[in-house]
């Protein structure tokens, strides 16, 4: 079983970055795909970002592509999502999840197995 936590959401001026986190417990972490998924209010969970198990393959959504960095550090359990040239659009409850599964652009969220509670972040315009 794998426990998530997600940390380092908050409010931020269009423009401005944030780094959120998400801290696995468990010792088969490094052998799950990761992913960061989003929830604007009053809107369907959607797609942020994926990486690998080993972190050799990353797949991201188009609407943050070139502004978003998934990355993961297996001997710190955590992954993260780095986020540059916010837009008032992205302001959303951001999730991460684990899949046992390769995963990619059309995973779905339910095939993901676990997640994390959320991290509110808010993009100011």
């Known amino acids: 079983q794998v426990q998530l936590g997600e940390s380092g959401g908050g409010l931020v001026q269009a423009g401005g970055s944030l780094r959120l986190s998400c801290a696995a417990s468990g010792r088969t972490f490094s052998s799950y795909d990761m992913g960061w998924f989003r929830q604007a209010l009053g809107k369907e969970r959607e797609f942020v970002a994926t990486i690998s198990w080993n972190g050799g393959r990353t797949y991201y959504a188009d609407s943050v592509k070139g502004r978003f960095t998934i990355s993961r550090d297996n001997a710190k359990n955590t992954i993260y999502l780095q986020m540059n040239s916010l837009k008032p659009e992205d302001t959303a409850v951001y999730y991460c999840?684990?899949?046992?599964?390769?995963?990619?652009?059309?995973?779905?969220?339910?095939?993901?197995?676990?997640w994390g509670q959320g991290t509110q972040v808010t993009v100011s315009s």
């Open positions: 999840a684990a899949a046992n599964i390769p995963v990619h652009t059309t995973t779905p969220p339910g095939a993901f197995r676990y």
